[in-house]
Nanobody, 116 residues
Framework: QVQLVESGGGSAQPGGSLRLSCRAS????????MAWYRQAPGKQRELVAA???????NHAPSVRGRFAISRDNARNTVYLQMNDLKPEDTATYYC??????????WGQGTQVTVSS
């Protein structure tokens, strides 16, 4: 069993910053990818950023240069530092853990709202 719990969502003004955290608990495989997805009302869920346990990183073009994903492997925690927030970043953000041999797991989501 694996559980993911997100925190750090909230409201920000355009140009502001937020930092999301997601801690995984349970039987975590050494080789895995942790990622952040987001979904806005009426739109499909999309990948924001992903990072493997051994350091490979990918950011979606829409957030590249503004957001940064990082990991603390010892704590099984992934972070998303969000800078220069824009209204189009408004969405529910979900943490994801993918393990080749053990499947996918999802957090409950945390709301991010960017408005004036």
């Amino acid at each position: 069993q694996v559980q993911l719990v997100e925190s750090g969502g909230g409201s920000a003004q355009p140009g502001g910053s937020l930092r999301l955290s997601c801690r995984a608990s349970g039987n975590i495989a050494g080789g895995n990818i942790m990622a952040w997805y987001r979904q806005a009302p009426g739109k499909q869920r999309e990948l924001v950023a992903a990072k493997s346990n051994d350091g490979l990183t990918n950011h979606a073009p829409s957030v590249r240069g503004r957001f940064a994903i990082s990991r603390d492997n010892a704590r099984n925690t992934v972070y998303l530092q969000m800078n220069d927030l824009k209204p189009e970043d408004t969405a529910t953000y979900y943490c994801n853990l993918n393990q080749v041999s053990r499947g996918d797991f999802w957090g409950q989501g945390t709301q991010v709202t960017v408005s004036s």
